[in-house]
């Protein structure tokens, strides 16, 4: 049998598979599998915390099997309050369903709170709007992967445990797509290439990104482009994302001497007369499976305002 304790309870039978006397199964799977809701990284998390015990024993490894015969105790903890607040944001919505939402994410918008942004965040924006996961902590809740402050474009959010478990699994074997257009100083001598180069914290300034070895803390960070649009002095370029490291794409291009246009960290203070919102990246298209149905997912998100002006005027410096 199993017992779950919490304000919202549950009624789950043994399931017939288990009922056999031969049958065992690794705890954490079994306890995912009866309750939905809860996605297996939830229940490890439960299990590792103390939560779960088997036989009146709290267990704290997600590997012990259990089998016909045994009791099995889940306490859910009560759900920590957040302090984050509602707030009624425009959102630009690009995919909505009761799994997951997808947005195109303005310029200075930015995604969750942190130090100096204790609000007016796509968070807050998102919980005047829907329900979000609880994966993700009190102050990210729902959030798969990020945008910088200044990097526009589509961004997916999950409103479900498991819908978040699901695309942070695709993120991680990647099957889902990220493709973004950034403008760059200079026209690279190939069309084409790929930027394979650990990133890590800066070394003296520890609000930047950098290249930094492997073996002095930096991450694997991988990062495939081709050449859109000679404009002049400039380039059009599509970046494909392999990995997601923090400014992936604005460390790798100032690396190869290519930096993003008007980003106010990694391109040295260059000047090009044009009025930007932080750099000319903006996150074009996401490509996903959707977590329930398994249907593949596209979201295009199209070019702001900002960023159609400065390819205006950079063809028209071409001319």
Same mark, same amino acid.
């Given at each position: 049998?199993?017992?779950?304790?919490?304000?919202?309870?549950?009624?789950?039978?043994?399931?017939?598979?288990?009922?056999?006397?031969?049958?065992?199964?690794?705890?954490?799977?079994?306890?995912?599998?009866?309750?939905?809701?809860?996605?297996?990284?939830?229940?490890?998390?439960?299990?590792?915390?103390?939560?779960?015990?088997?036989?009146?024993?709290?267990?704290?490894?997600?590997?012990?099997?259990?089998?016909? %015969?045994?009791?099995?105790?889940?306490?859910?903890? +009560? =759900?920590?309050?957040?302090? /984050?607040?509602?707030?009624?944001? *425009?959102? @630009?919505?690009?995919?909505?369903?009761?799994?997951?939402?997808?947005?195109?994410?303005?310029?200075?918008?930015?995604?969750?709170?942190?130090?100096?942004?204790?609000?007016?965040?796509?968070?807050?924006?998102?919980?005047?709007?829907?329900?979000?996961?609880?994966?993700?902590?009190?102050?990210?809740?729902?959030?798969?992967?990020?945008?910088?402050?200044?990097?526009?474009?589509?961004?997916?959010?999950?409103?479900?445990?498991?819908?978040?478990?699901?695309?942070?699994?695709?993120?991680?074997?990647?099957?889902?797509?990220?493709?973004?257009? %950034?403008?760059?100083?200079?026209?690279?001598?190939? +069309? =084409?290439?790929?930027?394979? /180069?650990?990133?890590?914290?800066? *070394?003296? @300034?520890?609000?930047?990104?950098?290249?930094?070895?492997?073996?002095?803390?930096?991450?694997?960070?991988?990062?495939?482009?081709?050449?859109?649009?000679?404009?002049?002095?400039?380039?059009?370029?599509?970046?494909?994302?392999?990995?997601?490291?923090?400014h992936q794409i604005?460390?790798?291009?100032?690396?190869?001497?290519?930096?993003?246009?008007?980003?106010?960290?990694?391109?040295?203070?260059?000047?090009?007369?044009?009025?930007?919102?932080?750099?000319?990246?903006?996150?074009?298209?996401?490509?996903?499976?959707?977590?329930?149905?398994?249907?593949?997912?596209?979201?295009?998100?199209?070019?702001?305002?900002?960023?159609?002006? /400065?390819?205006?005027?950079?063809?028209?410096?071409r001319l």
């Amino acid at each position: 049998m199993i017992e779950i304790n919490t304000k919202e309870m549950y009624t789950v039978e043994n399931t017939e598979e288990f009922n056999h006397s031969n049958v065992t199964q690794r705890l954490d799977i079994w306890l995912s599998n009866q309750i939905p809701d809860l996605s297996r990284s939830r229940v490890q998390t439960l299990i590792a915390q103390g939560n779960v015990k088997v036989n009146d024993a709290t267990c704290t490894s997600k590997k012990i099997s259990v089998k016909t %015969g045994d009791r099995i105790h889940l306490t859910l903890p +009560e =759900t920590q309050p957040t302090s /984050l607040q509602p707030q009624a944001i *425009p959102l @630009d919505i690009l995919y909505e369903d009761e799994a997951l939402i997808i947005i195109n994410k303005p310029a200075g918008l930015v995604v969750h709170p942190a130090a100096g942004h204790p609000d007016g965040t796509l968070v807050n924006a998102l919980l005047a709007h829907c329900p979000l996961a609880a994966i993700g902590g009190v102050q990210r809740p729902g959030i798969v992967h990020r945008l910088d402050k200044d990097t526009t474009g589509a961004i997916a959010i999950a409103k479900t445990d498991v819908a978040h478990q699901h695309l942070q699994a695709q993120l991680k074997t990647k099957t889902a797509r990220r493709e973004y257009l %950034g403008v760059v100083y200079g026209v690279p001598s190939i +069309e =084409t290439g790929t930027i394979d /180069l650990p990133i890590g914290r800066h *070394p003296t @300034d520890r609000k930047k990104m950098a290249v930094v070895a492997e073996e002095k803390g930096g991450r694997p960070a991988i990062t495939h482009w081709k050449i859109q649009e000679r404009l002049g002095n400039y380039c059009l370029i599509h970046y494909q994302l392999e990995t997601g490291r923090t400014h992936q794409i604005r460390v790798h291009t100032a690396e190869i001497k290519h930096p993003i246009v008007g980003d106010p960290v990694y391109s040295s203070n260059r000047s090009i007369g044009v009025n930007l919102t932080g750099q000319a990246l903006h996150a074009w298209r996401l490509t996903l499976q959707h977590p329930v149905t398994g249907e593949l997912i596209e979201a295009i998100a199209p070019l702001p305002d900002q960023f159609n002006t /400065l390819l205006k005027i950079l063809r028209l410096r071409r001319l």
